[in-house]
Structure formats: structure tokens, C-alpha cells
């Protein structure tokens, strides 16, 4: 089904949600801490605090969204298609609206002024947000607009590392307005906001991959799957001292059936050689439900 300028719903859903968070990160932690993680919106507030310093009057983190967004918008209309733009005009639009929303929504968290509270959670609120956008090849404007742009021309760079250097220009513009103590604070904010975006990226799907070693392997891959209900690849190996050719067993397991893994592989062969690793996402059958029940 479509939605508003051919974004179906669930991206859509996703936009608000992300961008809600984003703004909540910013209205509840960074602004009242004068912490500048970055992006555009932490240039907006630099520009708050020194218009308010010499008219009286900062300029509204909206207003200046919605202002600097402008030119960014039409290279990347020019680079990628409207296709690709709308989805991030419709997050920069809500971001200006979020961040005008969001200041009559009571923060959650009575921090007061803790300044490491207000980093970390301050960089996991805006850090998701953006990550949540990203995933669906949207931006919410800003760093990770310019980043984008960059990102196209310059494809061996990986995205989040872009919009940390970019952020990086800007918090040093924090340290000059708020001072290097809340701007140290805001680096950890950064660091914090850059590892959810990674973990975003990345996928919340996780696995294990197990990779085993048997002379029984016909065996233990009929136990697996009875047990376990989880596919078996056979992969020909060779080993390099015995020079004896063997079979590899492969299976993707979620993390819960690691312990029932081991029983089985363990109970069919003593001697088995079991090798367990991490799996950030997985796609496919057997897995494609559970991920798509996250709503990503």
C-alpha cells in the first residue's frame, strides 16, 4: 500500500518513529546540557545559543532545520533522484516539526545536570533515530544528508565514519560556544550516537554460525536438523596436516540454541571440532519471519 509521496507505510512509520527519537534525543539531553553532538541540529543549537546571546532571541532548532536543508536537498535530488529525496524530505519535514513537538512532551528522565547521563543517553536516543532513518536509504538531514552526498561520490568510505568526521568539525564549534568541558561530553555523546547508527546498520537481526569438524558429519547433520530444525551445509575441506579430505558442517543457529547445538553435535561425536561465531543479520528461510516482525 502507498503512503505519502510513494513511501508505503511501514517506511513511513519508520521515519516518524526515528526522527521522534532524534529530536527527544535532542530536546531532552543535548540542548538543556549545551552539548553539541554534531550534524545540523547541533550547529543549530550553536547558532541558538549565540543569536540568544546577542538579539535575546535564539533562533528555533525548526527554523534553522529547515533553512540549511534547502541547498542539501537539491544536490542530492540532482545526485540520486527524487526517488531517493523524498523519503528524506519527508523526515526532514517531520524533524522540523518534531523538534517543535517535543518540547511540550515532559522528559522521562530526571537527569537534572549530569552531563554523562545526559552524553549517553543523549547519543543513543539520536544515534537510533538516525539509524532507523538510514536503514530504509532515507537521512533526517544535516551530517547524514551530507554525508550521503559524499558517500556517492566517494563509495570506499563507510557512511557512519563520514558523518563522524563531519560532526567532528561541528562539536569543535561547540567547544568555542559551550566550552571544552560540556564539549568533551559531547564527544563521548558522538561516539555513543555512532555506535547505534553502526548497530542499526548493521542489523538487530543476530545469529551464531557454527561451523563443525566430524567423521560423522552425515550423522550429526540429521541430528541438527531434527533437534534443532535448523538447515546443514556440507562444505568439501581438506586438512592441511593429514592431507585427508573431510566434510565441514555450516549452520546458522539463533543465539537461545547455542546450548542445545553443543548437546547434540557433543552427544553424536565426542571428538567433533565445533567453531561458534557472531552473525550480525541474518536473511533467508528460517529467519526472514522473525525479521520481519521487528517492522525493519
Known amino acids: ?40 541540529t547541533g550547529l543549530a543549537i550553536v547558532i541558538k545559543e549565540v ?22 536537498f537539491i544536490i542530492i535530488i540532482k545526485q540520486r533522484g527524487f526517488a531517493f529525496a523524498q523519503r528524506s524530505l519527508i523526515a526532514v519535514i517531520w524533524l522540523s516539526v518534531a523538534l517543535w513537538y517535543c518540547q511540550y512532551i515532559p522528559n522521562l528522565f530526571e ?29 533526517t538531514g544535516g551530517s547524514d544528508t551530507l554525508a550521503t552526498i559524499l558517500k556517492f561520490k566517494f563509495p570506499s568510505y563507510p557512511i557512519a ?36 547508527i553502526n548497530f542499526w546498520l548493521s542489523g538487530m537481526h543476530f545469529a551464531k554460525a557454527a561451523f563443525i569438524i566430524s567423521n560423522k558429519s552425515q550423522e550429526l547433520s540429521e541430528a541438527i536438523i531434527k533437534e534443532l530444525g535448523r538447515g546443514v551445509t556440507g562444505i568439501k575441506a581438506k586438512g592441511m596436516y593429514t592431507m585427508n579430505d573431510r566434510e565441514m558442517l555450516f549452520v546458522v543457529v539463533m543465539p537461545k540454541q547455542i546450548a542445545n547445538l553443543r548437546k547434540v553435535v ?29 517492522g525493519l
Open 1 to 40: 500500500m502507498k503512503s505519502l509521496l510513494g513511501v508505503n507505510f511501514g517506511q513511513l512509520m519508520q521515519i516518524l518513529i526515528g526522527v521522534t527519537m532524534l529530536a527527544l534525543g535532542l530536546i531532552w539531553f543535548l540542548e538543556p546540557l549545551g552539548m553539541v553532538i554534531g550534524g545540523l
Open 51 to 72: 543569536t540568544g546571546y546577542f538579539f535575546g532571541h535564539g533562533v528555533p532548532l525548526y527554523a534553522t532545520n529547515i533553512i540549511f536543508n534547502i541547498p542539501l
Open 111 to 139: 537527569i537534572g545536570d549530569d552531563l554523562i547521563l545526559g552524553a549517553v543517553f543523549g547519543g543513543a536516543f539520536m544515534g537510533s533515530g538516525i539509524g532507523i532513518v538510514l536503514r530504509i536509504s532515507a537521512t
Open 161 to 196: 565514519t563520514l558523518i563522524r568526521i563531519i560532526d567532528g568539525i561541528i562539536i569543535l564549534s561547540g567547544f568555542f560556544v559551550f566550552g571544552a568541558h560540556k564539549g568533551m561530553y559531547a564527544i563521548i555523546a558522538m561516539i555513543i550516537s555512532s555506535y547505534m
Open 266 to 294: 557433543y552427544k553424536v561425536d565426542k571428538e567433533a571440532f565445533l567453531t561458534i561465531a557472531d552473525v550480525k543479520e541474518v536473511l533467508g528461510y528460517g529467519f526472514t519471519q522473525d525479521y520481519n516482525s521487528l
